[in-house]
């Protein structure tokens, strides 16, 4: 017996399957032609191949054994006489105070110029021994102008 204003949901889900049967079987069709088309040829190739080396592996354990060199008490290495410096003369030249930080930057600012690196550090480094400087600006116009004389 049925419910009177109630809809049968059988009918709405055989009418769902027969409306969606045909796209399911024409794609399946689809499918299956698709596979039928491809076909796969094998075709004998000779490949050179190098045999495999062999690898062994071997387990090597080993122990500290006494020898006759270990079983000899150590000595004392015999202390050397430390040789003396050769003194500076008085005559000597009095040392210049050369800023590392101060000859990198005229050498990088050189280098921006175009100028290798190192060809302006010795440049600068050699203005440097000559003057006294105390700005990077100075150092730097000076090389120019060195530049500029070679």
């Given amino acids: 017996m049925?419910?009177?204003?109630t809809w049968n949901s059988d009918y709405a889900l055989l009418f769902c399957f027969f409306f969606t049967l045909p796209v399911v079987l024409?794609?399946?069709r689809h499918m299956i032609?698709?596979?039928k088309e491809t076909k796969t040829i094998y075709v004998h190739v000779?490949?050179?191949s190098k045999p495999k080396e062999k690898i062994e592996y071997r387990y090597i354990t080993?122990?500290?054994t006494v020898t006759e060199k270990s079983k000899k008490p150590k000595t004392k290495p015999q202390n050397h006489k430390r040789r003396s410096k050769p003194k500076t003369q008085n005559n000597a030249k009095p040392s210049v105070n050369i800023n590392s930080k101060m000859?990198?930057?005229v050498a990088s600012g050189l280098k921006n110029l175009g100028i290798p690196k190192k060809q302006g550090a010795d440049l600068a480094k050699k203005l440097c021994l000559n003057t006294n400087y105390n700005s990077s600006e100075k150092l730097f116009e000076d090389c120019?102008?060195?530049l500029k004389k070679t």
Avoid: C, R
């Fill in 26 to 28: 024409i794609f399946a």
């Fill in 103 to 105: 000859i990198n930057d």
């Fill in 144 to 146: 120019l102008s060195e």
């Fill in 62 to 64: 080993k122990y500290k």
């Fill in 33 to 35: 032609i698709a596979f």
């Fill in 2 to 5: 049925e419910n009177v204003g």
């Fill in 46 to 48: 000779p490949v050179e």
